[in-house]
């Protein structure tokens, strides 16, 4: 194996799994970095390396082997890609850059970066950790007088599908909850009122040119997500438009390289043309589970096109090729009435027209725990919603009402 052929991704689940088959589409080796053996990525990459993130040993023999090295989250140590990027006497490409990467681990940074983008977020506050609980009070009633509730208290760092968030309905509630939280380094976000939740996809390349997917519509069941619909009439172009410009504005401050994914809310404004204007949620510095219609709806997925910035190449604009609605399936639908454990029966849906079924090889069906995804196509938008509104009540899918509505 080369080491100018071949690219390294750090974490093994079904991010890193997707980047490893667009790289090898390509031709390139493949070595996966993960304390785990044998996950979604190890089980198909060329090569694992099985060793924690933090292993500096690890680093070094990823880039003995790599030309190129990516991640598929964002909380591996920014330290690594630090040194990947500038350590070694022969250089690798990284992509994402630990800048970046080090800002969207921490949601207070990462607030603060959007409002220095000059792009509006949630009114928020900050609790940061201390020992001192004089200290700790003046900070909860400093917060409690900036946000308005109900609010969101959120940790600042590891937070994923809507874990490490506590629902705050009053100021006389905030101080308990920051204690559920082990007073921890928080963000207190007001909850805002949601007409939709949409996010954008931007690529930049190694030379600063970015392109961008077309807008996803999101939907969310218990903090995780649950439906992407993407082609269809449901956001206002001009507002489309805006998201895609905040979001090649955020990677181009980032001086970003790779894939990156904005989250933002739809909220109510009278006075915003279209009577709805964006806020800002936060960012993913990697492809996203909410741009997996990719692979089977446009010409270029998320996936291909992080292995094409890692090999060095350049990036077109992404077509659409057809609307497309992604139907997340997780462990629960491996749980039938019963309470028995046991994998849907997929015969059935297979034989419909336009659904492309994806399995991770995941073998514990945890719920909550991403065991795949259903991308569904169709020439026409309200065919492709009305066949998934089908697979979901098939499959008995939960939080997916809204499909049901309009289909
Ligand atoms: N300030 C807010 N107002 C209203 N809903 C929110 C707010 N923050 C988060 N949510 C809801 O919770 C979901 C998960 O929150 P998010 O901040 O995106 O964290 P995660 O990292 O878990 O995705 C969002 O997609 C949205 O549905
Ligand atoms: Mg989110």
Redesign the pocket.
């Known amino acids: 194996m080369s080491r100018e052929r071949t690219v390294g991704v750090m974490g093994g689940g079904q991010l890193g799994r997707y980047f490893v088959q667009s790289a090898q589409r390509l031709g390139l080796d493949t070595v996966v970095l993960d304390p785990v053996p044998g996950g979604p990525a190890g089980a198909i990459a060329h090569q694992q390396i099985t060793a924690a993130y933090d292993d500096t040993r690890a680093w070094a023999d990823l880039a003995r082997r790599c030309c190129a090295v990516t991640t598929e989250f964002e909380n591996v140590p920014a330290d690594a890609l630090r040194w990947l990027a500038g350590n070694t006497s022969d250089p690798t490409r990284v992509a994402p850059g630990a800048d970046a990467v080090a800002i969207s681990q921490d949601r207070l940074r990462e607030k603060t970066f959007f409002a220095d983008c000059g792009l509006p977020t949630?009114p928020w506050a900050a609790l940061k950790a201390s020992a001192d609980t004089a200290q700790r009070q003046t900070q909860l009633d400093q917060a409690a007088g900036a946000v308005t509730f109900p609010a969101?208290l959120?940790t600042a760092r590891l937070?994923?599908?809507?874990?490490g968030?506590i629902s705050v309905n009053s100021a006389a509630d905030l101080a308990a909850a920051w204690a559920q939280l082990g007073h921890a380094d928080a963000i207190l976000?007001?909850?805002?009122a949601?007409q939709q939740?949409i996010s954008v996809l931007v690529a930049r390349d190694a030379h600063g040119a970015s392109v961008c997917w077309p807008v996803q519509v999101?939907h969310?069941h218990g903090?995780i997500l649950a439906h992407t619909r993407v082609g269809f009439a449901l956001v206002a172009p001009a507002l489309a438009d805006a998201a895609r410009d905040a979001a090649r504005r955020i990677a181009q401050a980032l001086d970003y390289c790779g894939v990156l994914c904005i989250?933002f809310?739809c909220v109510a404004d009278a006075a915003a043309p279209g009577g709805q204007r964006l806020v800002v949620?936060?960012m993913a510095p990697r492809p996203h589970n909410s741009g997996h219609y990719s692979i089977d709806a446009c010409d270029m997925s998320q996936f291909d096109a992080q292995a094409r910035v890692l090999a060095g190449w350049s990036l077109p604009e992404p077509q659409l090729l057809a609307p497309a609605v992604m139907l997340n399936l997780l462990g629960d639908a491996w749980w039938g009435a019963d309470g028995r454990l046991r994998e849907p029966d997929w015969s059935a849906i297979m034989g419909w027209g336009g659904v492309h079924l994806h399995l991770y090889g995941k073998k514990d069906a945890q719920p909550g725990r991403k065991m795949g995804h259903i991308t569904v196509t169709a020439p026409r938008a309200a065919d492709a919603q009305a066949r998934a509104s089908q697979i979901a009540r098939h499959l008995g899918l939960a939080g997916m009402e809204s499909l049901h509505d309009a289909a």
């Open positions: 949630a969101l959120k937070g994923y599908d809507g874990k968030q976000e007001q909850r805002l949601l939740e999101n969310h903090g989250e809310f949620n936060e």
